[in-house]
């Protein structure tokens, strides 16, 4: 069996799939930092014929599908396998394998870091050193004192990997935690299962957590903002289109919540570098990287070669393969 891998991956599991594989070629697309695209693919797999394929931003369209039938699996390194036609895979009967939480520790890990400069007013403390205004008379104390994150409450939509992962990092912080996630089976022990509204209504910090697709997109509206606190903060490192980015626009702007933390927006990137929010001083953006770490490579990696070992002995098939109808995403 051939494998073609356009992932990045580590030297241990590309080891590891030497074991059932009896070629791989290793080309992982962050060596020339192209993306292929539809035409590219189907002559890629048409050239090199592989059995297997592992990818996580090139383009699967049922136009590849179509063109080159000898794929018995599609590896994406992906959470949510948004550069491929999912439908099509399924139709064609090509499993798809996910990784789900493989950058979970890094939204986490930046989630709590931005969280807490936000609560602490840290970005604006360093912009008024940088201006040189700490001289005699100035009280810095008193001009950006913040608040703690310790007990307060937060609330998830959306309780996948990601919300997860930040969940055990705010173990020691003592905060009451509240979820809205209708396709979870079990329980969060610790947690507690509300409803979207009483997540906007009650919580002081309100973080979204959702995948992209028809049933997501703008379900944060306007409606659900208006029930936010006054004090309350909201967070979206997800995806852009599944908040009315408008509505959160004019509640910011009017000031009747305290801020915003978004990471991601409608057009990446926005058009002429300006997003809707620049002109807010109640926002932290950053440029969609909170998943941005190398360690990353090494846990989408692990995450891959587990599953398609698992895939190859036909264990657990219905864990491993994804889902399209899974909602709520692991984002
Ligand atoms: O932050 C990221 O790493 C990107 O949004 C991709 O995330 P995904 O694995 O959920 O597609």
Redesign the pocket.
């Known amino acids: 069996m051939k494998l073609l891998v356009r992932a990045p991956m580590v030297e241990r599991d590309l080891n590891r799939l030497k074991g059932v594989f009896s070629e791989i070629i290793y080309n992982p697309w962050t060596i020339t930092g192209e993306r292929y695209y539809e035409d590219e693919m189907i002559e890629l797999l048409t050239r090199e014929k592989p059995d297997g394929l592992i990818i996580e931003l090139d383009e699967i369209t049922e136009k590849v599908i179509r063109n080159y039938k000898g794929l018995k699996f599609i590896g994406d ?7 491929i036609d999912v439908k099509s895979c399924s139709a064609y009967g090509i499993p798809l394998l ?3 939480g ?2 979970a520790q ?2 986490a890990e930046l989630w709590l870091s931005t969280v807490i400069m936000f609560l602490r007013n840290v970005l604006a403390s360093m912009k008024w050193m940088e201006e040189e205004n700490w001289i005699d008379g100035t009280t810095p104390y008193y001009l950006f004192r913040g608040n703690e994150l310790y007990e307060k409450h937060v609330g998830f939509i959306g309780m996948g990997a990601v919300p997860r992962a930040i969940f055990k990092l705010l173990k020691p912080f003592n905060c009451k935690v509240s979820y809205y996630d209708p396709y979870l089976k079990n329980e969060i022990e610790g947690a507690e299962k509300v409803s979207l509204e009483e997540i906007f209504k009650n919580c002081e910090i309100v973080s979204v957590h959702l ?1 992209s697709n028809e049933n997501t997109r703008e379900m944060i509206d306007e409606k659900l903002l208006n029930l936010m606190k006054e004090d309350a903060i909201f967070i979206n ?3 852009s289109n599944v908040v009315d980015n408008k509505k959160l626009y004019r509640v910011l702007d009017e000031r009747k919540i305290r801020g915003a933390i978004i ?2 927006f409608d057009v990446e990137p926005p058009i002429g570098g300006k997003t809707i929010f620049d002109n807010l001083d109640n926002v932290i953006l950053t440029p ?5 770490t190398f360690e ?1 490579v090494n846990h ?1 990696s692990k995450i891959i070669t587990d599953k398609i070992l698992k895939f190859i002995d036909g264990e657990n098939l219905e864990e491993i393969i994804f889902n399209s109808d899974i909602l709520t ?3």
């Open positions: 390194c992906r959470a949510t396998p948004e550069n996910t990784t789900p493989r950058n890094a939204v995948p490192s997800s995806r990471d991601v969609h990287i909170y998943g941005a990353v989408q995403g692991e984002s």
